[in-house]
């Protein structure tokens, strides 16, 4: 974490801050960032936050090019299919004049695809430094935005965001218990909910503890947020039957623990994930939605879930779930899961082809 946190240029008042938070939370308001290492660096402006008024100031030249994902690249026939199957691996497009703001949020974003064909042609040139360009893509994710970019090289500084401190923004080394408190909640009165923070400032996790710890392994629900399902009851996943069904089984087992991890939409955030939905009203399936985005088919990182279990006290489980990579990443964490517990809801008219897609695509055993 050492790396991560550093002071903020003297005189702007905030005695420490996380350089990747201050990072994420100037590319959501269109401000460029600096990323660099070894004596390399990379200037990026965000295409989804910015402007055009903001690229002339950060592009007089005209000159910048524009970072995209391999896959992204690879629906815009941009780059092979084979670099798109690296995750996280970026591609460069070269600016040509006509390339304006608006065809760069049209490269950017593939909701338009199908109604309004793009111009072209368009060059993919080799990627200056692959790690300081896959560095910002993760970036783009962690900050809920299309990964989409202006980039420029820029002048090395010892200032600029290291991939470390961004691989530290979502560490999970960070976290701690920052309070807990009793929540009796229709499930089980006698529950309580545990609050835990990053020292990084990401998001706050939370986890509910369902009656007392009785010495057996818990019965353990991993539940990613889901805005849609778990609030709005969204009939296009199963996420909020999954949610009420957990803590059901887990008051009727004696005792239990879901943990609420703010994963929105497979880690890609609220907007992406509606950006999803529109792909899927398009015929496009749940998988194939993310990598139209430019993103992995599941982004998450489930240490976060075997850091707040150990940090609880609680390192053999009984885990619900369908998802078989749950179980191998918490167990590569230190997690013993003794029993794997599924997890099937009925599925209605809406949700039978996501389900159908995850067992068929995402290896769910369902
Ligand atoms: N990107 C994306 N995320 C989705 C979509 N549908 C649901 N989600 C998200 O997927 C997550 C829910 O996944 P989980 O309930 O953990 O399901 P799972 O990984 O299939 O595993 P189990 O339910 O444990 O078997 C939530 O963060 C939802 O917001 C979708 O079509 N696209
Ligand atoms: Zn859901």
Request: charged share 20%; aromatic share 4%.
């Amino acid at each position: 974490m050492g790396k991560a946190l550093r002071p903020c240029p003297a005189g702007d008042g905030v005695p420490l801050l996380s350089a990747a938070a201050r990072a994420i939370d100037g590319l959501r308001r269109g401000w460029p960032v600096v990323i660099g290492a070894d004596g390399q660096a990379i200037a990026l402006l965000p295409v989804e936050t910015a402007d055009a008024t903001r690229l002339a100031a950060f592009d007089p030249d005209h000159r910048a090019d524009l970072l995209l994902s391999a896959s992204r690249a690879a629906t815009l026939r941009l780059a092979n299919q084979a670099a798109a199957a690296t995750p996280g691996q970026a591609v460069q497009v070269m600016r040509a004049p006509w390339i304006d703001f608006d065809v760069a949020v049209a490269l950017a974003d593939p909701a338009l695809d199908l109604s309004t064909p793009l111009k072209g042609p368009f060059r993919a040139i080799p990627v200056t430094s692959p790690q300081l360009a896959a560095a910002a893509l993760e970036l783009a994710r962690i900050a809920g935005l299309l990964p989409a970019f202006f980039v420029r090289e820029a002048e090395a500084s010892a200032d600029a965001l290291s991939p470390a401190d961004i691989a530290a923004a979502e560490d999970a080394a960070n976290l701690h218990i920052a309070t807990r408190a009793r929540l009796p909640v229709s499930a089980a009165e006698g529950a309580e909910i545990v609050a835990f923070r990053s020292a990084d400032g990401g998001d706050v996790h939370v986890a509910l503890v369902i009656g007392q710890p009785d010495g057996t392994p818990p019965l353990v629900r991993l539940h990613s947020e889901c805005l849609t399902g778990d609030v709005f009851g969204s009939l296009k996943c199963d996420c909020g039957p999954q949610l009420q069904a957990a803590l059901q089984a887990m008051a009727g087992s004696g005792w239990g623990i879901l943990l609420y991890l703010r994963q929105e939409g497979r880690g890609i955030g609220i907007v992406n994930k509606l950006r999803a939905y529109a792909l899927q009203d398009q015929g496009f399936d749940t998988v194939d939605a993310n990598v139209r985005l430019g993103f992995a088919v599941d982004a998450r990182d489930f240490r976060v879930a075997a850091r707040m279990l150990t940090l609880l006290g609680q390192t053999r489980v009984r885990l619900m779930t369908n998802n078989p990579d749950k179980v191998a990443e918490l167990g590569r964490a230190g997690i013993d899961v003794v029993e794997r517990v599924p997890h099937r809801m009925t599925p209605n008219p809406h949700n039978a082809r996501y389900l159908d897609t995850k067992r068929d695509r995402t290896g769910h055993q369902l």
